[in-house]
């Protein structure tokens, strides 16, 4: 029999957040085994990171993986941050999207409200486990023993043991899960993820034990921690009409002037006068008195209005020495260099593009460039196909800059690149935040910044296969010189004693004609002591 209304009435209910996640696992990174050991490390060192800058504290995070039973593994994440006070422990790790970043406009690692719940819910449904967790504030305090489930029906934390314990650390938090898992080395892997990590985070020092029992140290190379990012308000460019109808169904100003200054950055007195005024609206109006048309002629009032760009100091960059740094430390190359753009704006939020290389080495020169890509210092290593950055590298053509390339794709040659994308709002393609999505600003930035880390690589490419054919010239002299030496003495009959002179005067004679580029040969001397090094000089960008 055909159903009516009501029979669809009676099936219709909620759908509790917690339950959605559950089924639907690949949103948040799930998706398969081997990922999932990487994203539950990541949310947790992401975490881990971001509480320690926030609280000015000099990272130390240990990560240790432990395997239980095949596809079975315990995973172990300690910091040396500020600690959880005891009332939020339950809520933050048993309770999807419950969070501190979500509502502000800052740059860091996190901003969903929803990591670290779901690899505890991760947990929970393959391994039936609780998550246990040891919480510290302070040096006289006792820390917080928690073991939690989360209930999937209500989306809310069920205690299963509370305590209070001594933990011999000043203050922290440390993780334990244990989840269905594999385990493998590899570019996607946690081996993988901490060493890219320790490239964009020189400040913190990692130290990481793997299933094999190995234990990978990635230390700190700068004591100085990146500048805290100050939290900004939304730029009028980003706003979009339902978004402001809520802001202005909530608002507090007395008028819609007052309002426009308080609640958006970058709009002055006389902005929201000039606002007002295109968009027909008294400037004493009360905000919760605007009609649903005048917010549209506000919106687009904004749209006609030129508005200062949002104010920067909401983002932290890693800057280009530290990039270097970074790279330095975990990239073995020839050659170095970095470029950090300034800063740009997507939909009202603000944006800088970071790229680094490093040329040469071991690296293999048959096959494509290694591509990193990270957002907020975080590396992304899935779905690089989908991501802004491979978008824009395929769009560059590095034959100039001295890499081999296919029409639209991505180079070959010895070379690693990291692109950087630091935002106070990372637009990521979805919630597993894997890539970045394809805002043409973004894309412009990122295609202009490989273009200038292109042309220092293809200077030096250049130089170095100048001084290579110079390498090769002088050889020839060197080798020739004496035969001919020995047929002057024959042809002109020479006492043989004038060899060495005849010698020395031929070279000289060569070597002025070769005029300027004898002055390179000369730089070849030392080329060739300190090839191996030449990235670590700082005159590098010479070469
Ligand atoms: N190790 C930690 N030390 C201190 N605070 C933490 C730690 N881990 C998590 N938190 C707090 O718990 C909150 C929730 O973490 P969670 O990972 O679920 O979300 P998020 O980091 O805000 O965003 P995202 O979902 O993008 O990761 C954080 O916003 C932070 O305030
Ligand atoms: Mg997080």
Redesign the pocket.
């Known amino acids: 029999m055909a159903k009516t209304a009501e029979d669809f009435a009676s099936a219709q209910k909620e759908i509790g957040v917690a339950e959605f996640f559950a089924r639907n696992r690949h949103l948040l990174g799930f998706d398969n085994k081997l990922k999932a050991l990487l994203t539950t490390v990541k ?1 947790a060192v ?3 990171l ?2 320690c800058e926030e609280a000015e504290i000099l990272p130390e995070v240990a990560v240790e993986i432990i395997e239980m039973e095949p596809e079975r593994f315990r995973v172990i994440i300690e ?1 040396n ?4 006070v005891k009332k939020q422990i339950p809520r ?1 790790f048993a309770k999807l999207l ?5 509502h502000r406009l800052r740059m860091s ?9 779901a690899a505890v819910l991760y947990a929970q449904l393959t391994t039936g486990r609780p998550v246990k967790i040891m919480s510290k504030t302070g040096p006289t305090e006792k820390a917080h023993y928690f073991e939690l489930h989360i209930d999937t029906k209500k989306n809310e934390p069920e205690i299963i043991k509370d305590e209070l314990m001594d933990w011999p650390k000043d203050h922290g ?1 440390r993780i334990e899960l244990d989840i269905e898992a594999q385990y493998q080395k590899g570019p996607r892997s946690v081996d993988s993820f901490l060493k890219y990590t320790a490239i964009t985070n020189p400040h913190a020092t990692l130290i990481y034990t793997n299933p094999k029992a190995e234990q990978l140290i990635f230390a700190r190379v700068s004591d100085v921690l990146p500048p805290l990012p100050q939290e900004i308000k939304p730029h009028p460019y980003g706003v979009e009409l339902g978004n402001l109808l809520q802001m202005l169904k909530s608002a507090d100003s007395l008028n819609i002037s007052s309002f426009l200054q308080s609640e958006f950055s970058r709009v002055s007195p006389q902005v929201a006068k000039e606002l007002c005024q295109v968009a027909s609206i008294l400037p004493t109006t009360k905000p919760d008195e605007i009609s649903r048309d005048q917010a549209d002629a506000l919106i687009k009032a904004i749209k006609q209005t030129k508005i200062m760009g949002p104010p920067t100091d909401c983002i932290s960059p890693i800057g280009e020495e530290l990039l270097l740094k970074g790279l330095k430390k975990e990239i073995n190359a020839e050659f170095y260099a970095a470029v950090s753009r300034v800063p740009d704006v997507y939909r009202g939020n603000p944006f800088v593009i970071e790229v680094a290389l490093a040329y040469g080495g071991e690296q293999s020169s048959e096959e494509q460039v290694n591509l990193l890509r990270y957002a907020n210092r975080v590396p992304l290593l899935f779905q690089q196909g989908a991501d802004a950055a491979t978008k824009a590298i395929t769009s560059v053509d590095f034959k100039p800059y001295g890499l081999s390339q296919s029409r639209g794709a991505i180079p070959v040659g010895p070379c690693t690149i990291a692109v950087h994308i630091a935002s106070v709002w990372v637009p990521f393609t979805s919630e597993s ?1 894997e890539a970045i999505a394809h805002y043409p600003e973004i894309l412009k930035e990122m295609k202009l910044a490989f273009q200038e880390v292109g042309r220092k690589l293809a200077s030096y490419v250049s130089k170095k296969q100048r001084v290579g054919h110079e390498l090769k010239k002088r050889s020839y002299i060197e080798q020739f010189v004496p035969h001919v030496a020995d047929t002057l003495i024959e042809l002109l009959e020479l006492p043989a004693a004038k060899k060495a002179d005849i010698e020395r005067n031929l070279i000289t004679i060569l070597e002025q004609e070769r005029g300027e580029i004898k002055e390179i040969a000369q730089e070849n001397t030392e080329f060739d002591e300190n090839f191996a090094q030449i990235g670590d000089e700082e005159e590098k960008d010479e070469f």
């Open positions: 949310e992401d975490n881990a971001d509480a910091d941050g500020p600690g959880i933050i419950y969070g501190s970043k979500f690692r996190g901003q969903q409200g929803i990591g670290i719940s938090v935040k």
